[in-house]
């Protein structure tokens, strides 16, 4: 089946920093999405993303469909953004989650 | 506002007690999922439904059940919860249809069966 791998797998930030998170799958897809578990594990849908770029706020993703991976951008992080991020992909008739980028925002 | 809504919330039984953890959402989605998270596995799906009346096993739906009389509501039931079952569940609408479409996790329910 179809593999999905982040990096990342851990990350620690000074508040004001910049980070890039990947996520790789292993097979064509036709949607991405991409979620942030808050420490109250609390799962909030940041993207929905077959391909191109997105942007939201301080999140930007841009989805290469053809080479097969996903990039998550967070500018100018906050406190607030710690947690961890997924990506997930549908393969095999259900969405197939990476094992996340814990997220850690010192102030 | 749309969402799915779970309860509870929090939630420690004991081991053989019934219990109920009802999802409902305002979408009007007609797919919904559960999952459950436990630490080093990740997310995994117990049951699915795509529709009323039609459901169908996850990736781990050992010890649960499901049903989908009306499309906004999918309770999860555990007849007889054992420890194991401890866990963070969540419940999911998606939109667009099934696997492919946009995810939406309620807030979760964080169980602990003793």
């Known amino acids: 089946g179809i593999q999905v791998e982040q990096s990342p797998p851990d990350l620690i930030l000074q508040e004001g920093a910049n980070s890039t998170l990947r996520c790789n799958f292993s097979?064509?897809?036709?949607?991405l999405q991409w979620f942030h578990q808050n420490p109250w594990g609390q799962l909030i849908n940041l993207f929905y993303i077959p391909s191109g770029t997105k942007q939201n706020g301080r999140l930007s993703a841009t989805t290469v469909a053809t080479e097969r991976y996903s990039l998550l951008y967070i500018s100018s992080s906050q406190t607030t953004d710690s947690g961890v991020y997924f990506c997930?992909?549908?393969?095999?008739?259900?969405?197939?989650f990476g094992q996340g980028t814990e997220l850690s925002v010192k102030p | 506002e749309a969402q799915v809504t779970q309860n509870p919330r929090y939630l420690i039984t004991v081991t053989g007690k019934k219990l109920t953890v009802t999802c409902s959402q305002n979408m009007n989605h007609e797919y919904m999922s559960w999952y459950r998270q436990d630490p080093g596995l990740g997310l995994r799906q117990i049951y699915y439904?795509?529709?009323?009346?039609?459901?169908d096993k996850g990736d781990v739906p050992e010890g649960y059940k499901v049903s989908r009389k009306e499309k906004r509501n999918f309770p999860l039931i555990l007849e007889s919860p054992s420890p194991n079952q401890t866990s963070l569940y969540f419940c999911?609408?998606?939109?667009?249809?099934?696997?492919?479409?946009?995810?939406?996790f309620g807030e979760g329910s964080r169980l602990t069966v003793l």
């Open positions: 997930a992909v549908p393969g095999g008739g259900k969405l197939i």
């Open positions: 439904s795509m529709n009323v009346e039609v459901t």
């Open positions: 097979d064509s897809v036709n949607n």
């Open positions: 999911a609408s998606t939109r667009g249809g099934g696997e492919t479409g946009e995810l939406f």
